[in-house]
């Protein structure tokens, strides 16, 4: 999966998404940004890279039905994930949860 790809499958979610940063927006809304590869090897070459993402939702709704359909889409389209990591910002009241995930891309 191309990394377009998969910003392509976050919009589905409908809240808005965003790569690598959004500055003031209202939550909900999506975050994400790629933070390095993995290559796969098979026959004494590289066959893929696995492309590493972290997904950041923020939301001011506790137990968030957003956080169900991240996950639901990742595993739907063949994501390798961990999380959610759940951080509260006192400041702004709002709720990020962090996913960590991996998706294979060509080679």
Not at 49 to 62: G, S, V
Not at 66 to 85: I, Q, T
């Amino acid at each position: 999966m191309t990394l377009e790809a998969f910003r392509d499958i976050l919009l589905t979610l409908g809240p808005p998404v965003y790569h690598y940063a959004a500055d003031k927006q209202e939550p909900p809304y999506i975050v994400w940004h790629e933070f390095g590869v993995r290559p796969w090897h098979g026959d004494n070459r590289r066959q893929a890279l696995a492309h590493k993402i972290q997904i950041d939702l923020y939301t001011e709704r506790e137990y968030d039905p957003l956080a169900g359909a991240v996950e639901a889409l990742l595993s739907e389209n063949g994501a390798a994930f961990d999380g959610p990591v759940t951080d509260y910002d006192e400041k702004t009241k709002m709720i990020r949860l962090i996913y960590e995930c991996e998706v294979v891309g060509g080679g």
